[in-house]
């Protein structure tokens, strides 16, 4: 008896080819899928991670900040402070056997003793006493401000010039600044900027002129700065506002608020 011959139609062919194409169609999105997402994932997550380091810096720098020195521009978009880098408590009355070099307010003094002791002898920088970010008292300005002797002291504070502060701290505080600093963002290049080392100015100066800045983060499509002051009783607040966006299309936006101790 002859065989039968076997095999495929062409209709069966058809069908194979057609099932495999949707079986690939699925399986190539079932894979595409989580691979998309994981890279939009990394994508948003290395924006988030440049932009966290900045933060961690900013926060630093704004819970070391002069009482009352912190303000920013009319678009929100800098924000400047002056940076404390010790601080203390000046001798007001002699002690108990008469001595001790008192810090005279009723007319101008060249030194004052330090109750207790800084954390390391200052040669550099500015003495703040009672700054309240306003007339008179407004560093500023100059009016409770004055520059350091590099003959200072951990326990002995000489001034540069024989300077008359014009009001006294009601815990005899003072504080020792080092240099202002501003944040900035430069939206035309996509970068969040720190400047630091440049003069005292009453009026705030975006850019501070005289000095670069540093980058901090980069991908920064606009930033946003608020502040309320507070009280001596009540923390002040700093709110940044930072969104981020990258050539792929991702963005991320934080929003980092941070206390401010106003107290003088």
Same mark, same amino acid.
């Given at each position: 008896m002859q065989a039968k011959?076997?095999? /495929? %139609?062409?209709? =069966?062919l058809i069908?194979?080819?057609?099932?495999?194409?949707?079986?690939?169609?699925?399986?190539t999105s079932i894979i595409r899928l989580p691979i998309t997402a994981y890279f939009n994932l990394q994508g948003r997550s290395t924006l988030v991670d440049n932009a966290e380091l900045a933060l961690r810096l900013m926060q630093r720098d704004i819970r070391r900040a002069l009482p009352n020195s912190i303000r920013i521009n009319s678009s929100g978009t800098?924000? =400047?402070?002056l940076h404390t880098t010790d601080g203390g408590r000046y001798r007001?009355?002699?002690? !108990?056997? @008469?001595?001790? !070099?008192?810090?005279? /307010? %009723? @007319?101008? +003094?060249?030194?004052? +003793?330090?109750?207790?002791?800084? %954390?390391?002898?200052?040669?550099?920088?500015?003495?703040?006493?009672?700054?309240? @970010?306003?007339?008179?008292?407004?560093?500023?300005?100059? +009016?409770?401000?004055?520059s350091l002797s590099a003959l200072s002291t951990s326990t002995s504070i000489k001034l540069a010039t024989a300077t008359q502060f014009p009001l006294r701290s009601p815990q005899q505080? /003072?504080?020792?600044?080092? #240099?202002?600093?501003?944040?900035?963002?430069?939206?035309?290049?996509? !970068?969040?900027?720190?400047?630091? @080392?440049?003069?005292? #100015?009453?009026?705030?100066?975006?850019?501070p002129s005289g000095v670069s800045g540093q980058i901090q983060a980069n991908t920064v499509k606009s930033c946003v700065f608020s502040? #309320?002051?507070?009280?001596a009783s009540r923390s002040g607040l700093v709110t940044i506002k930072i969104i981020l966006a990258n050539s792929n299309g991702d963005t991320a936006t934080l929003i980092h608020e941070v206390h401010v101790d106003n107290a003088s």
């Open positions: 011959n076997r095999g /495929f %139609t062409l209709i =069966e069908t194979v080819v057609v099932i495999m194409s949707i079986l690939a169609t699925l399986t800098a924000l =400047e402070l007001a009355y002699p002690d !108990n056997s @008469g001595n001790g !070099n008192i810090l005279d /307010f %009723t @007319g101008t +003094d060249l030194s004052f +003793d330090v109750i207790g002791s800084l %954390t390391a002898a200052p040669t550099s920088g500015w003495v703040v006493i009672y700054n309240l @970010g306003q007339t008179p008292a407004n560093a500023y300005n100059g +009016d409770n401000i004055a505080l /003072f504080y020792i600044v080092d #240099t202002p600093i501003t944040y900035g963002c430069d939206t035309a290049a996509g !970068n969040l900027l720190r400047y630091s @080392g440049y003069s005292i #100015t009453a009026s705030q100066v975006y850019p502040y #309320t002051p507070g009280s």
